[in-house]
């Protein structure tokens, strides 16, 4: 068993639709953190969120951490081609410990 | 400009014939650490370091090898490879510890047959 599921595994939108996937565990953590991996390159970090329904936004992006501290989600709005990427949540435990993460595809 | 810097970006080695790769960040980062990425698996940590001469294992050590004699450095050595070592490698640095987030390099491609 996976200490973080991501969902969905994959997903393919068309250009200008919203969407938002998912970080679960029934594990409580102090924070988490979400990055996006593009083809051919590492991982880049997004944003840390750290207090129970925490919510972040950066521009069309909104990371919002659950009440418990046990799941996040990831909502983009009108997605645009550039969104394309492997999106990726992770916790700190003796280091950072990643999901398998969420593949990504927008169509234009 | 700030950054993590692997190399080779891609390997094709043969099984058994030692080899090294490097990692060099300018940031003067105190956390290092290697991860390899497999379809399916994700991102999964080999070794890390908390600082100079300070390095442990991650969750996968097993056929790695890795030191810190420099701040800056941080390489990954595999001393008799195998194919199932075969993988995308990251290495990554952070300014104090995980809670900071890290910065990854872009990767190295591992073949070995």
């Known amino acids: 068993t996976q200490l973080l599921e991501q969902s969905p595994q994959f997903l393919s939108i068309q250009e200008g639709e919203n969407l938002t996937v998912y970080c679960n565990s029934s594990?409580?953590?102090?924070?988490l953190q979400w990055y996006r991996q593009e083809p051919g390159e590492g991982p880049v970090l997004l944003v840390t969120v750290v207090t129970g329904g925490e919510v972040k936004k950066l521009k069309r992006l909104t990371f919002q951490f659950g009440d418990a501290r046990k799941d996040s989600s990831l909502h983009i709005t009108a997605a645009q081609p550039g969104d394309t990427g492997l999106y990726l949540c992770a916790v700190t435990l003796n280091n950072l410990f990643f999901g398998t993460g969420t593949r990504l595809t927008v169509i234009p | 400009e700030a950054q993590v810097t692997q190399n080779p970006r891609y390997l094709i080695t043969v099984t058994g014939k030692k080899l090294t790769v490097t990692c060099s960040q300018n940031m003067n980062h105190e956390y290092m650490s290697w991860y390899r990425q497999d379809p399916g698996l994700g991102l999964r940590q080999i070794y890390y370091?908390?600082?100079?001469?300070?390095?442990d294992k991650g969750d996968v050590p097993e056929g790695y090898k890795v030191s810190r004699k420099e701040k800056r450095n941080f390489p990954l050595i595999l001393e008799s490879p195998s194919p199932n070592q075969t993988s995308l490698y990251f290495c990554?640095?952070?300014?104090?510890?995980?809670?900071?987030?890290?910065?990854f390099g872009s990767g190295t491609r591992l073949t070995v047959v």
């Open positions: 990554a640095s952070s300014l104090s510890g995980p809670f900071h987030g890290y910065t």
């Open positions: 370091s908390m600082n100079v001469e300070v390095t």
């Open positions: 594990s409580v953590f102090s924070s």
